[in-house]
């Protein structure tokens, strides 16, 4: 029996011992085989070390070919590794753009944004594929700088299923490069805290919309890229800062980048909370998203992206595992799954469960 780092499992070995979390659930039976699924449940709950069997204690245990699940396959796909490469050096550029504004007071060329990020959306890659880059790029680069690149991603792909132009995109793209800007005005302690914000923090946080909407003032920009920054965080219901606006009074752009800043906040890890899963978030949007956000754009947005996880493998909320195989139109988080069993499940008739990780 050997204790082992989580972070050193490797699938095909098996526990010695059983599992539990941190409330007593048992997580894992003794003499399992670890599978990358199960390794990625253990992460979910937290757990940090698992006593493996040695081979000697388990011949099999190196004999067990895993099944390759999507996401892997898109993992060591040719394509991600291009896609991750040209990432970080797109992710790189913003934050020096971004320095060279805030601290240098040189402006900002959106025509060299645009050319600078344009590899990442215009390299034939579908609004499918592009969603498989982001999850997966998730698990590396989770920085503000990786944010407004998501969200200018996500933005332009919403703006496709809107039907937009492709100047109006463009203006849509930058606008998701540049919402975000205020936040190199916020002091990073508050920024990176490992915990949740006090009340006084989070108005500090707040400000950042409107130091954005200062910063690029001055700046040669479309309108519609500053006002964005001002009011991605304003809400249909009023319920948004810093102007609490209502509906109409919130321009279109601001309204598409909100949708795309929230997705990705939500489904972002954080210094205090791992990452939502995009089903997880979904269900938030049905529960009180069509008030909050442009209710075309948001009921678009949900139908759409749905799509962009079609085959993906799911872990649901009891521990169980399949794959997404038919979407449900008006319950939008709650698929038709076939399980690993071979059953098919239909959450809307189970309520009791939830699709909480994509693996």
């Known amino acids: ?80 590794q291009t896609f991750k490469v040209d990432y970080d050096e797109k992710s790189r550029y913003l934050e020096s753009s971004f320095d060279d504004l805030v601290n240098k007071n040189i ?7 645009i050319n600078e990020v344009s590899s990442l959306y215009a390299n034939s890659l579908t609004s499918l594929s592009v969603f498989d880059m982001l999850h997966n790029m998730r698990q590396i680069d989770d920085t503000t700088f990786a944010h407004s690149i998501n969200v200018a991603l996500i933005g332009r792909m919403l703006g496709e299923w809107l039907q937009l132009s492709e100047e109006d995109l463009d203006v849509l793209t930058i606008a998701g490069l540049l919402h975000d800007i205020g936040k190199c005005t916020i002091d990073p302690n508050i920024l990176l ?20 909407a200062e910063l690029l ?16 965080h304003e809400r249909c219901d009023g319920s948004g800062y810093p102007a609490g606006l209502k509906n109409e009074e919130i321009p279109d752009f601001a309204k598409i980048i909100a949708i795309a800043d929230v997705y990705d906040a939500m489904t972002s890890k954080r ?5 939502y899963c995009p089903f997880e978030v979904i269900a938030t949007f049905e529960k009180n998203g069509l008030e909050k956000f442009d209710i075309e754009y948001i009921i678009t947005f949900m139908t759409r992206i749905l799509d962009t996880y079609m085959g993906n493998t799911v872990q649901l909320s009891d521990g169980s595992t399949g ?15 076939r399980l690993s069993t071979g059953e098919c499940l239909d959450l809307v008739k189970r309520p009791d469960l939830y699709i909480q990780a994509i693996i």
Request: aromatic fraction near 6%; avoid cysteine; charge should be neutral.
């Open 107 to 113: 402006p900002v060329e959106d025509r060299a944004l």
């Open 271 to 275: 210094p205090y909370r791992k990452g």
């Open 1 to 80: 029996m050997i204790k082992t780092a989580i972070t050193d499992i490797k699938a095909g070995t098996y526990s010695a011992t059983p599992v539990y979390s941190k409330t007593g659930q048992l997580i894992l039976s003794a003499h399992t085989l670890l599978t990358s699924q199960q390794i990625s449940r253990l992460e979910f709950y937290g757990i940090e070390w698992v006593n493996i069997e040695e081979p000697s204690e388990h011949p099999d245990s190196q004999k067990q070919e895993e099944p390759v699940s999507y996401a892997q396959k898109v993992r060591k796909s040719e394509e991600f």
């Open 217 to 232: 003032a001055g700046q040669d920009l479309d309108p519609r890229i500053k006002d964005a920054a001002l009011m991605h």
């Open 193 to 212: 805290k490992p915990s949740s914000l006090t009340p006084k923090e989070y108005e500090e946080v707040k400000k950042h919309a409107a130091n954005g």
């Open 323 to 337: 794959v997404v195989i038919m979407n449900n139109k008006v319950h939008y988080s709650r698929p038709l799954i």
